[in-house]
C-alpha cells in the first residue's frame, strides 16, 4: 500500500511502501501490562468487551441423591434411636393361646443409639477497598462474583461429603462406607462383568440381583424396597444412548426402567449418575450403589445452612472480610442392610 507524507521516526520520500502498524511504532497494543499501566488508548476504543464472566465448569448432583434435612443448630454430634423388638417363642404358634389362658407372652424392647458426626464448613470473603471503588468504574460487583464462588465452593463440599465422604474426619459417604455389602458383577457371555460389553438383558439381570439382594436384607419391608441406582457417567450413558436392538426404537434404559423388581412392585426407580463411581469399588474397578432413597433410612443435614455470619473492616490488609459457615452433618446410614454395592460394572 502506497501512503505519503506520513511522519515517523526517520524520514519517509513520497511513494515508499511500508505496513500501517510501522508507520506508528509508538501506538500502545491491547495487552493486560498496557492496559493495568495506563495505555490503552485508540486502539483499546476499538475493542469489544464480552459482558458474561465465564465461571469454571463444573457439575455436583449430591441434592438428587440424598434426602437432606434443614435444621439442628451449631451442634457436634447426632444421634438416632433404634429398637428391637422381641417375644419368647417368636411371633408365631408361642402368641395363639387357648380359650382361658391366663399366660400371654410379653413384648421386649432393646434400644440403641447410634451416632453421626458433624462439621463446621466456613471460608472468609475478603475484598481489598481499592477494588471496591474499582468496581464503580467497571459497573462490575466483585462481592457477587465472589459469593458465587464461595457458593461453588460449599456444593463442591457437599457433594463430596455425600458421596465419599470426609477421610480426614473418617466419615463415609454413599460410595464407601465399609459397613455395607459389596457383591462382584456376573460375568457376560463374552467373559467380562462390565456394563458396555453385556448385552440389555444381562444388564438388567444385574440391576434385578441387586435391587433383589438389598431388598431381601430388609426382610422384603415394602418401606425399604430400594429405589434409588448410581453408577459412572460412562456406564449411565452407554445405557441411555444405546437402543435394544438395530430395528428397536426404545434404548436400554428405558427397557431397565420398565422392567426391574421395584417398578414392577409399585415404586419408582430413579438411575442417575456421577463421577465419584468411577473407581469407587474394589481393587479400582466401577462401583454401583443402590439404596432406598427415604430420609428413614439415609439422609444428610445441613444443620446450619450456608450464611454470611460476619463482616468487618480489616486495616491491616485495608479490606472488609466477611466470613460464610454453615453446619453440616455426616451421611447417616439408619439402616445399613438397604443399602448394597455391585463392583465391576
Known amino acids: 500500500m502506497k501512503i505519503a507524507g506520513v511522519v515517523s521516526k526517520g524520514a519517509i520520500s513520497s511513494g515508499d511502501s511500508f505496513k500501517i502498524t510501522d508507520s506508528i511504532p509508538n501506538v500502545a497494543r491491547m495487552t493486560d501490562s498496557n492496559i493495568a499501566s495506563g495505555n490503552a488508548n485508540l486502539i483499546s476504543e476499538l475493542e469489544k468487551r464480552e459482558i458474561l ?32 423388638f422381641a417375644v419368647s417363642g417368636g411371633s408365631g404358634e408361642s402368641v395363639a393361646v387357648s380359650s382361658g389362658s ?82 462382584g458383577a456376573s460375568v457376560g457371555s463374552k467373559g467380562t462383568t462390565d456394563f458396555l460389553s453385556k448385552t440389555p438383558d444381562e444388564i438388567l439381570s444385574d440391576i434385578n440381583n441387586i435391587i433383589s439382594d438389598t431388598w431381601a436384607q430388609a426382610e422384603y419391608d415394602l418401606s425399604a424396597l430400594p429405589n434409588h441406582i448410581i453408577m459412572p457417567y460412562a456406564q449411565y450413558n452407554y445405557l441411555a444412548t444405546t437402543r435394544l436392538s438395530e430395528l428397536a426404537d426404545k434404548t436400554i434404559l428405558k427397557f431397565i426402567l420398565e422392567n426391574n423388581i421395584s417398578s414392577q412392585n409399585g415404586s419408582e426407580l430413579v438411575i442417575g449418575a456421577t463421577s465419584y463411581c468411577k473407581g469407587a469399588g474394589v481393587g479400582g474397578s466401577d462401583r454401583m450403589a443402590c439404596y432406598v432413597h427415604k430420609d428413614r433410612f439415609i439422609a444428610m443435614e445441613e444443620l446450619v445452612p450456608l450464611y454470611r455470619s460476619m463482616t468487618q473492616a480489616n486495616i491491616n490488609t485495608h479490606s472488609y472480610d466477611s466470613i460464610y459457615t454453615a453446619n453440616i452433618s455426616q451421611v447417616e446410614f439408619f439402616y445399613n442392610q438397604t443399602v448394597r454395592y455391585l463392583d465391576g460394572i
Open 102 to 183: 391366663n399366660s400371654p407372652k410379653v413384648i421386649q424392647a432393646n434400644f440403641d443409639k447410634d451416632t453421626f458426626k458433624a462439621h463446621v464448613f466456613q471460608m472468609t470473603m475478603r475484598i481489598l477497598y481499592i477494588d471496591m471503588q474499582r468496581s464503580k468504574v467497571t459497573g462490575r460487583s466483585l462481592e457477587a462474583l465472589l459469593k458465587e464462588g464461595i457458593r461453588l465452593t460449599y456444593d463442591k463440599h457437599l457433594d463430596q461429603n455425600v458421596y465419599i465422604g470426609m477421610p480426614e474426619l473418617g466419615t463415609p459417604g454413599i460410595l464407601n462406607n465399609p459397613d455395607i455389602a459389596t457383591a
Open 53 to 84: 464472566i465465564r465461571e469454571p465448569l463444573t457439575s455436583f448432583t449430591y441434592h438428587r441423591d440424598i434426602p437432606i434435612k434443614a435444621g439442628g443448630g451449631w451442634v457436634d454430634v447426632i444421634s438416632a434411636i433404634s429398637s428391637d
